[in-house]
């Protein structure tokens, strides 16, 4: 028998190497997927956020005072925020907070806020927070 016909398998450095590389794409690639579920989390806070100023502001013209609603503070459906509202000044102002909640609260915008005059604010970077989608 020569050489050629026996070696058909993998050498120990071979599969080294092998499960290294692996190693290295996925120390890349979970903390990429986890920081865009967390975006995408937040997405639908800000969607709600946005939801809940146009319900203030609805209230406003109807009434010329805003109303906290029914419920509050109240889960988003998905459960990874709490949305809540404080009405003051007689009505005349608002603010609505989104606090995260479970894994939710690994995402380094933490709480994210709008008020009536429009301002968006967060715990982390506002503007890279409100985006939602780049961070």
């Not at 080294?16 to 937040?42: C, D």
């Not at 998905?78 to 989104?98: D, E, F, H, K």
Request: aromatic share 8%.
């Amino acid at each position: 028998m020569n050489m050629s016909e026996q070696a058909r398998g993998f050498t120990l450095i071979e599969l080294v190497v092998a499960i290294a590389i692996l190693a290295i794409i996925v120390a890349i690639a979970v903390p990429s997927y986890t920081n865009q579920v967390l975006r995408s989390n937040r997405t639908e806070a800000i969607d709600e956020l946005l939801r809940q100023a146009g319900f203030q502001q609805a209230t406003y013209t109807r009434t010329n005072q805003f109303a906290a609603p029914a419920t509050n503070p109240f889960n988003i459906n998905s459960g990874r925020y709490t949305i809540n509202t404080v009405i003051a000044a007689g009505g005349q102002t608002y603010t609505i907070r989104a606090t995260p909640q479970g894994a939710q609260v690994n995402d380094d915008c933490g709480w994210l806020q709008i008020n009536q005059l429009g301002q968006k604010t967060a715990e982390g970077n506002a503007q890279n927070c409100w985006a939602g989608r780049s961070n």
